[in-house]
Nanobody, 123 residues
Framework: VQLVESGGGSVQSGGSLRLSCVAS????????MAWFRQSPGKQREAVAA???????SYTDYVKGRFTISRDNDKKTLYLQMDNLKPEDTAMYYC??????????????????WGQGTQVTVSS
């Protein structure tokens, strides 16, 4: 499985961006999918996750501002980011992996990763 992100860019505080992650290969429909981000000098952190049936979870700092979704027919994962803040500046990565027995979450191990797309938010 290969993952390719797009949609990053530079916006002002309060602006919006929509990230996309297109998958190739088999298994997308059954995979857990997630978005992560990493800023320079910081550890990678989870942003949101979505199960094969559409169950979603978010970390507290993006709740109400970001929306994760997926289109299984298009093998595409999305992240709609609204009301962006300077602290959202980071490289954003999508990830995919088989569903654990306990269900999809951002804390599970992910097997496949994209190369990342940069998001920069200025104040």
């Amino acid at each position: 499985v290969q993952l390719v992100e797009s949609g990053g860019g530079s916006v002002q505080s309060g602006g919006s961006l929509r990230l996309s992650c297109v998958a190739s290969g088999y298994g997308f429909r059954d995979f857990c999918m997630a978005w992560f981000r990493q800023s320079p000098g910081k550890q990678r952190e989870a942003v949101a996750a979505i199960g094969s049936g559409g169950t979603k979870s978010y970390t507290d700092y993006v709740k109400g501002r970001f929306t994760i979704s997926r289109d299984n027919d298009k093998k595409t994962l999305y992240l709609q980011m609204d009301n962006l803040k300077p602290e959202d500046t980071a490289m954003y990565y999508c990830a995919a992996g088989p569903r654990p027995y306990y269900g999809c979450s951002s804390s599970q191990p992910y097997r496949y990763w994209g190369q990342g797309t940069q998001v920069t938010v200025s104040s």
